[in-house]
T-cell receptor
Framework: ETGVTQTPRHLVMGMTNKKSLKCEQHLGHNAMYWYKQSAKKPLELMFVYSLEERVENNSVPSRFSPECPNSSHLFLHLHTLQPEDSALYLC??????????????FGPGTRLTVL | AQKVTQAQTEISVVEKEDVTLDCVYETRDTTYYLFWYKQPPSGELVFLIRRNSFDEQNEISGRYSWNFQKSTSSFNFTITASQVVDSAVYFCALSGGDSNYQLIWGAGTKLIIKP
């Protein structure tokens, strides 16, 4: 595997379900990101991890819970979601947590539908 | 505050035509970076270019070229001899001290290349 991978690619869940999104980067990077991309909206940064520590939580509802067990893996745990949470969830990584100099590389995303 | 404007919501051209995607930004920083990403229908955001604020030289990469003009706060992207595979949504983004570590994204321009 190369680059940034995400599983599953598609997910349909009910509002009472609990599911997790997985992201893995094979680039040796130290920072990882979760973004939400909704139709007709700019990308929204949700969480940032640098060296496995969370450095940003952009006012994301608690029904989204990130986990970064090591610098290569990032999870997004989902529970009691709402239909408006349906979106494309993108994971990205960068060498370090320095936006001025670091380029973020993205995975293919997980298309989430909440019924 | 920082802002990125991509005024063209959608552009449609016939294959082999040249096409320019506009990007206008606002920032008070003197040091900042500008990015272009491509998002094909598969969903993955593909990094195209990063340019720092001190380098105003135009860049060419194959059929792609970028025109950075600080005087007009623009970072436009031109595809020469467009191909159907160029069809995608293209995003311009900005990062600088004002945004801390967050990329400020434009709304994207959907490019349709007709055969």
């Amino acid at each position: 595997e190369t680059g940034v991978t995400q599983t599953p690619r598609h997910l349909v869940m009910g509002m009472t379900n609990k599911k997790s999104l997985k992201c893995e980067q094979h680039l040796g990077h130290n920072a990882m990101y979760w973004y939400k991309q909704s139709a007709k909206k700019p990308l929204e940064l949700m969480f940032v991890y640098s060296l496995e520590e969370r450095v940003e939580n952009n006012s994301v509802p608690s029904r989204f819970s990130p986990e970064c067990p090591n610098s290569s893996h990032l999870f997004l745990h989902l529970h009691t979601l709402q239909p408006e949470d349906s979106a494309l969830y993108l994971c990205a990584s960068s060498q370090d947590h320095s936006p001025l100099t670091d380029t973020q590389y993205f995975g293919p995303g997980t298309r989430l539908t909440v019924l | 505050a920082q802002k990125v404007t991509q005024a063209q919501t959608e552009i449609s051209v016939v294959e082999k035509e040249d096409v320019t995607l506009d990007c206008v930004y606002e920032t008070r920083d003197t040091t900042y970076y500008l990015f272009w990403y491509k998002q094909p229908p598969s969903g993955e955001l593909v990094f195209l270019i990063r340019r720092n604020s001190f380098d105003e030289q135009n860049e060419i990469s194959g059929r792609y070229s970028w025109n950075f003009q600080k005087s007009t706060s623009s970072f436009n992207f031109t595809i020469t001899a467009s191909q159907v595979v160029d069809s995608a949504v293209y995003f311009c983004a900005l990062s600088g001290g004002d945004s801390n570590y967050q990329l400020i994204w434009g709304a994207g321009t959907k490019l349709i290349i007709k055969p």
